[in-house]
């Protein structure tokens, strides 16, 4: 994507069905699930790069055990870090205590990070915070091993401010507003509150302290934690918990905006944010993977049993469709189909503005991530050149001869790799014209093969901000000397910030929404803004049920196409001689590529849940009041 465009992170969790010996006979380590966690975080690096943690749990240790281990970074390549660090650990503890070699019981006594329950998590910074600190897995430390609370997730919640003041009703001081904080201290007050519950059962039935902890392990009661936890939950997740006596969970939204896929079988329990880690990592089929339903949680007992449970009532399903133009690995066996297919869908409108001309236009994309894409749009162009080809040579049958005959079929589509993105360049110097100079040099071109007469067509995932497509990519375009530039997005125009997940969360920073402004100036109707405004501002103190999306206004007077035009003048500038036409995905013709997955509030403003509508109107009231913030 020519915008950087930061996702907020993944999850990976195993759990050993088995004991560690086990896997030290078949597969020769008792450091097998470490081993297998690193994997699972190394295929997920493209999900956050800015901060990785890891945490484990050791099932029936003895008092004064160490039982948790966990171990967080936020360095350049932290996911190496954490495993370096674990690495070294380990080694250290088998330099200095050779009789642990061989003996899987001194492993797990005596070494760290080796357990039977494990947590990975990766995420990139957002607020401006990529401290430690703000790493998963979180820790909520007790005495009372069952009230030991590790927390990781791919979330944002819209109403953290509601979740922060139930806490304080609760009669609780939390220490930070984040909603990474809430939620865990959420979860952890109702799980103080069943154990309190359990122990004061067990009591009755006549047990002592020892003997009430193996049978609260064994009661509690993980599905109706959850679902007293996450009564006023609203955004987007994919959950992971563990509890320090080894039960363990992942919850999954109700609208299932966030992606969640597991497996099972004798010897392990994985759950992971995408299907081809899983598949990759532990050698298993697709169809092996299943998806984790919206609103449920894949819940796994401290004796391994694993079971699937209700636990809030599922919305109307708006899986995030972004995670398929961008966010997941392309190796997904459905996601590549997909993207090809976004792809070829918006052949019939490339066609339409080079008219139809496939032998003067050379096709190319914009690294890395729209190479699949690149591929079902130079599908769909093959398709129209060989129509062409049986078009000519059907007119020309009376007259044709072998040397024409060979002409035309001679005739090749042209693509290249024209778009080059360089090492991340430094702009060390703060001047803007200076910086602007550097920035235009991000990406560099492949000269020599477009001639003046030529359509170049480029293909991106998406435009966000097109920023980098105005300072770079089409300024060096522009130096091949092409007749016209044509910029494909295979998503549609992004016209709404983010709530759930994606770092979006500003109006005015959105290309599709500036363009609707300038609209609205030309068409001297710009006191709309205002009008909008002032209905924004009127919701305010409403219920998150009863606010609506007034912001679809500002674009409710314009056709996609008039919108799309008037990206096309931002963003080519008066240096540009070329002539600059972007073109957008469909809204119709995205769910017919990911008809799985039809979250589109980005595009539409239909915000899956009640909570999306107050962002929105919230980020807008921020725009019209010059507030340079986040609207949740």
Known sequence: MSDALKHECGIAFIRLLKPLEYYKEKYGSAFYGVNKMYLMMEKQHNRGQDGAGFASIKLDTAPGERYISRVRSSESQPIQDIFAQINDRINKELDEHPEYAYDVDLQKKNIPYIGEVLLGHVRYGTFGKNSVES??????????????????????????????????????????????????????????????????????????????????????????????????????????????????????????????????????????????????????????????????????????ETSINRIMNSLERKACSFERIYFSRGSDAEIYEERKRLGRLLMPQVLKEIDHDTINTVFSFIPNTAETSFYGMVEAAQDELNKQKNETILSEKDTLTDERLSEILSSRLRTEKIAIKDAKLRTFITEDSSRDDLVAHVYDVTYGVVKQEDNLVIIDDSIVRGTTLKKSIIKMMDRLKPKKIVIVSSAPQIRYPDCYGIDMARLEGLVAFQAALELLKENGNYDLVEKVYEKCKAQENLADAEVQNFVKEIYDGFSDQEVSDKISELLSGTSVKATVKIIYQTVDNLHKACPKNLGDWYFTGNYPTAGGNRVVNKAFINFYEGKNERAY
């Open 135 to 304: 790493v998963h897995p979180f820790l909520r430390q007790n005495n009372w091993m069952h009230r030991n609370l590790i927390v990781a997730g791919n979330f944002n919640m819209t109403n953290n401010d509601v979740l922060f003041d139930n806490l304080v009703r609760l009669g609780q001081h939390p220490k930070d507003k984040v909603d990474t904080v809430t939620v865990m201290e959420k979860i952890g007050h109702f799980l103080d509150s069943e154990v309190a519950k359990l122990y004061k059962k067990l009591k009755k039935e006549g047990f002592n302290k020892n003997e009430a902890s193996p049978q609260i392990a064994d009661r509690l009661n993980v599905t109706k934690i959850l679902k007293k936890s996450s009564r006023d939950w609203d955004g987007g997740y994919a959950m992971a918990g563990m509890l320090g006596h080894g039960d363990a969970f992942v919850l999954r939204d109700p609208a299932g905006i966030r992606p969640a896929y597991y497996y099972k079988d004798e010897e392990v329990v994985v759950v992971a944010s995408e299907r081809p880690v899983i598949q990759t990592v532990f050698n298993v089929a697709f169809e092996d993977v299943l998806e984790l339903d919206p609103g449920k949680a894949i819940i796994i007992k401290k004796n391994g």
